[in-house]
């Protein structure tokens, strides 16, 4: 009796993602290892197919977003499939993708000068289902215009990043918030060390907002664990 039940709950949760604007490729997971963060996730898996906005405070908020944003479009574009990053000043510098698998060629840059522009050509390109993702970076956006971007990938099923520093109230999916951490360094090796951060999810469509401590290494997202990082930031006191 209890398989029945299960079946049951299962086929209610598809349908309520269905009616949140969850089409079935939202569904499919995605190549990307985000430990105890993917439960955050509506039926743990990586929401494709939607908006996903990030908030940011300023130079260091952009770079290390980009950053971040760079590690989530690695497990996407793992199987190949081409990206847009539009931007009114480039913040990205296109050769440090090769860190996170991915190489420039896979992604058309449009640098505009006007914000409208920006959103424009976004939401155009989102209509488009060749492309894998589309990253926007904008000083704001506002709930409209989040809706229209929202709409267009619900048909087209491409991931939408907006790179914002407004804290407006949007229709996107999901809300970030990204900062640095002291990079991992290995074993005292000379130079710059693994990139780490602090994760916050602010918001999620029928998830869990938390938060969490990732690192980039070995070319895929590690959970820091509450210990490790407590050590490294005593060692880097004391060192």
């Known amino acids: 009796m209890l398989e029945p039940k299960i079946d049951i709950i ?38 494709l197919g939607s908006i996903h906005e990030f908030l940011l405070t300023g130079p260091e908020s952009a770079a ?5 944003v760079s590690g989530l479009l690695s497990g996407l574009m793992k199987g190949g499939g081409i990206s847009l990053w539009i931007s009114a000043s480039r913040t990205l510098f296109p050769p440090a993708l090769k860190n996170f698998g991915i190489t420039p060629d896979q992604f058309i840059f449009i640098d505009l000068q006007k914000e409208k522009d920006i959103l424009y050509v976004m939401e155009e390109a989102l209509k488009c289902p060749a492309l894998t993702a589309v990253v926007g970076e904008l ?4 709930f409209t215009a989040s809706r229209r971007l929202q709409l267009a990938v619900e048909k087209s099923q ?8 407004s804290p407006n109230t949007t229709a996107c999916i999901a809300r970030w918030k990204i900062t640095s951490l ?12 693994f990139p780490q951060w602090n994760v916050e999810l602010l918001r999620i469509r029928n998830g869990r907002a938390g938060n969490w401590q ?4 070995s070319g895929k997202f590690q959970h ?7 050590l490294q930031e005593q060692q880097k006191k004391t060192g």
């Open 64 to 68: 290390a977003t980009s950053g971040f």
């Open 224 to 230: 820091i664990h509450t210990y490790t990082f407590r």
């Open 139 to 142: 000083r704001e956006i506002n």
């Open 10 to 47: 299962s086929q209610l949760q598809r349908d309520i993602f269905l009616l949140e604007g969850f089409k079935p490729g939202n569904i499919i997971s995605p190549d990307i290892e985000l430990g105890p963060l993917i439960n955050a996730f509506p039926n743990n898996t990586f929401p």
């Open 182 to 193: 002291p990079s991992y360094v290995f074993e005292d090796l000379p130079g710059v060390g």
């Open 158 to 165: 491409v991931t939408g990043f907006v790179l914002h520093g």
């Open 214 to 217: 990732l690192k980039w290494e």
